[in-house]
């Protein structure tokens, strides 16, 4: 009788297998297909990363989203006219000439000595180009701007990506420093790679000529003898063709004035006995800058500044290091007391950026290791960890292409740091699946296959939902929807990337 006991309470104790849940087919359908193929799963896992690493060396590395700016700008040069006639010969009639025009949203105009400007803001549902080009037309049509004025230039205002700004400085005065600088502005704009760069070197230079009232008496003369003498002499002038037996010479005089001292040899008579009276005979010519207040220093001495820029499909980490190689060189070659140096270097924060991703991404790729290593099995741990590297790598093989168009940015890193957490949540629950399924059943394909199906749907679902809370962001408008669309573009293909990784290449690792 106790042996008849001990034998039943033995049976009551024995662990009962759980049943396979026959309604899996694991015959068919994607998941299946990759599992039992494994050459198709490690090849689409190695055109992701190498695609992938690849991309990340050509890809573009800017530091804000390419933004589309909606605003039109205008400048009209008037010298010599004070603000009120400024206002009253441009500013005005250009206002009342734009109320006519469609998609001006706001209108921003400025009266200056010496020139007028402004900036119009246009709506969202007007195209900007086509409104640039009704703005051009209204005023074209003015006619009664004042004679003085120069021509206008209306444009687009167009994005500009910042690279960096450069000082020349050192115990030179102003004049010598904007000299200096003049050549290396040139020197730059001849570097490759450089498109965009701007020498700014302070007060304009300036040419004065102050006219003697007595000598005026003396010689007979009048301001505007005078005036007329240098409009006439100070020119250049075409003096027609010569016809040779080759073609034709084009004949031109070049006579423009350019420095003080050929100012001062313009002639404004000729008297009787055969000599002239020149300019600098009843002038004082002042060959200098012109007025007002120059304040620019650099570490305390006198500087002049440069700005480099880069244009929308260049990349601000190639622009600075051509910039820094002849920095470097450059510096050399300068006189004694005068330095070249860098600042605002924007690459600094995009690296950095750049930087604390990779360093996430390494701890999170530590993290998601331990844990399923600890727990579950090694091999698991491994590729589950995996997923990190083929889903970023696989959103940076797509975020190049044109219906995508997102660069590398301090924006699009922060997606990438804000979905580093996410992305291997759905890897995780396959794995985890697939490894119950291996211990209770047996270590075979078709229980892998099972285990990824059961949970596939709502980890799918799960997925999903995250996507479409980041969706919205690809259709913003409006120029700050570029930095939406950063966000939106990186998240949505890293969790697409995600799902990929999971159901296609995870479940051949296990088999």
Not at 251 to 276: C, M, W
Not at 407 to 420: E, Q
Not at 438 to 446: L, S
């Amino acid at each position: 009788m106790s042996s008849l006991s001990e034998n039943n309470n033995k049976d009551d104790n024995a662990v009962i297998p759980k049943k396979v849940d026959e309604t899996i087919d694991t015959n068919t359908g994607i998941i299946a297909w990759f599992a039992r193929n494994t050459i198709a799963a490690n090849l689409l896992m190695a055109f992701i990363l190498i695609g992938g690493f690849l991309t990340m060396q050509t890809i573009d590395k800017q530091m804000f989203p390419q933004v589309k700016i909606n605003w039109i700008s205008y400048a009209a040069p008037y010298p010599g006219a004070a603000p009120q006639e400024v206002e009253e010969g441009i500013t005005i009639k250009i206002e009342e000439a734009l109320k006519t025009v469609q998609g001006l949203k706001r209108v921003i105009t400025y009266s200056n000595r010496n020139f007028s400007n402004g900036w119009f803001e246009v709506e969202l549902d007007y195209d900007p180009q086509v409104v640039l080009e009704e703005v051009k037309s209204a005023i074209d049509s003015i006619s009664s701007f004042p004679d003085g004025m120069e021509r206008i230039k209306v444009e687009r205002e167009k994005f500009r990506q910042e690279v960096m700004y450069i000082s020349l400085y050192g115990d030179l005065t102003n004049g010598e420093l904007k000299e200096l600088g003049r050549k290396i502005h040139h020197e730059i704009q001849q570097l490759p790679k450089i498109n965009i760069s701007e020498f700014y070197s302070g007060l304009g230079y300036e040419i004065s000529v102050e006219v003697s009232k007595d000598k005026l008496r003396e010689y007979g003369l009048s301001f505007r003898d005078v005036a007329n003498a240098v409009r006439n002499s100070s020119r250049n002038m075409s003096a027609g063709q010569i016809r040779a037996e080759n073609g034709y010479i084009n004949l031109r005089v070049e006579n423009q004035a350019y420095r003080g001292h050929e100012f001062e040899q313009i002639p404004l008579i000729t008297l009787a006995d055969g000599s002239k009276i020149l300019l600098g005979d009843v002038a004082t010519i002042n060959d200098g800058f012109e007025e007002g207040l120059q304040y620019s220093k650099f570490n305390g001495k006198n500087s002049v500044t440069l700005f480099i820029g880069a244009a929308d499909n260049q990349s601000i980490t190639d622009v600075a290091d051509v910039i820094n190689a002849y920095v470097e060189e450059k510096s050399e070659l300068l006189p004694q007391g005068v330095k070249l140096e860098t600042w605002v270097d924007m690459t600094y924060y995009l690296k950095g950026r750049l930087n604390m991703m990779l360093d996430n991404m390494k701890s999170g790729a530590i993290l998601v290791f331990l844990m399923p290593a600890l727990f579950l099995r090694v091999r698991l741990a491994f590729w589950v960890m995996m997923g990190l590297p083929v889903c970023f790598l696989g959103t940076l093989l797509v975020m190049p292409m044109e219906f995508i168009d997102v660069t590398i940015n301090i924006i699009s890193l922060f997606a990438f740091i804000l979905v580093l957490g996410i992305v291997v949540d759905d890897a995780i629950v396959m794995g985890e699946s697939a490894h119950d399924e291996i211990e209770e059943h047996g270590h075979t394909t078709e229980n892998v296959i099972r285990g990824v199906k059961r949970v596939a749907m709502p980890a799918t679902f799960g997925v999903l939902t995250t996507i479409a809370v980041f969706v919205p962001f690809l259709f913003g408008e409006g120029p700050s929807s570029a930095f939406g669309k950063a966000i939106g573009a990186v998240v949505v293909l890293c969790l697409i990337f995600s799902l990929i990784e999971s159901k296609l290449i995870l479940p051949k690792t296990f088999s």
